[in-house]
């Protein structure tokens, strides 16, 4: 991604509340992966839609921030079984996720039926669910029924709604959800913190993803 149009993107949202909406966010998920007898972090997409930058971001992130558990294991609906280990995660370990487990869902497009069904049984058993999704607010999230945005966001403890069909691409506000993440709070505003991400984004990095 443009380093130059993130920056000028970022500055203009200032002032929209948006950056605080992310910056709230990645709060809620830097404190669920650090608090006292947290198991990890579970990252999943839709069937259509996996998350692969969001995970190597916050890889990058856990290593940066000095955070580990910030490290996700990507969780994939049709697992191959000639992947590297890291990558053959199924949506099985939704089912075995209990309390100490954040569970973060990517979803532009409606979750659908048998990830929404998992996302129940982790959060019945006790797992933090966040989503991140390409509703919008007052978009098609509001108008749904069973199976789509409405059930994920009644499933989340925290939601981000990003509308897919805004300026603001979907992918950018990963990318600002994983930078906000690995700093730390009271340090500086949400703008400043999240004033790196141009710099970061334009940064070689090395990835297992």
């Known amino acids: 991604m443009d380093a130059l149009r993130v920056a000028a993107l970022r500055d203009?949202?200032?002032?929209?509340?948006?950056?605080?909406?992310?910056?709230?966010?990645?709060?809620?998920l830097r404190h669920s992966v650090e608090r006292r007898r947290a198991s990890g972090l579970l990252l999943v997409?839709?069937?259509?839609?996996?998350?692969?930058?969001?995970?190597?971001?916050?890889?990058?992130?856990?290593?940066?921030?000095?955070?580990?558990?910030?490290a996700p294991t990507l969780l994939r609906h049709h697992p191959s079984a000639d992947a590297p280990a890291h990558l053959t995660h199924g949506l099985a370990r939704l089912t075995e996720a209990g309390r100490g487990a954040t569970v973060l869902v990517v979803a532009p497009a409606a979750a659908g039926g048998p990830?929404?069904?998992r996302l129940h049984d982790a959060r019945r058993q006790g797992a933090t669910v966040l989503a991140l999704d390409g509703g919008g607010a007052g978009g098609p999230a509001d108008a749904t029924?069973?199976?789509?945005?409405?059930?994920?966001?009644?499933?989340?403890?925290?939601?981000?709604a990003v509308g897919t069909a805004d300026e603001e691409p979907f992918d950018?506000?990963?990318h600002l959800v994983s930078v906000a993440a690995g700093q730390r709070s009271g340090r500086r505003s949400v703008r400043?913190?999240?004033?790196?991400?141009?710099?970061?984004?334009?940064?070689p990095t090395i990835s297992r993803w």
């Open 115 to 117: 990830l929404l069904e």
């Open 192 to 203: 400043d913190r999240l004033a790196g991400l141009a710099g970061r984004l334009s940064a």
């Open 45 to 70: 997409g839709t069937e259509v839609y996996e998350p692969w930058h969001l995970a190597a971001h916050l890889d990058d992130e856990a290593s940066w921030s000095d955070v580990p558990r910030l």
């Open 145 to 160: 029924g069973p199976g789509d945005f409405a059930e994920l966001r009644g499933l989340a403890h925290e939601l981000l």
């Open 172 to 174: 950018l506000a990963q």
């Open 12 to 28: 203009r949202l200032t002032g929209t509340g948006w950056l605080e909406a992310v910056g709230g966010f990645a709060g809620a």
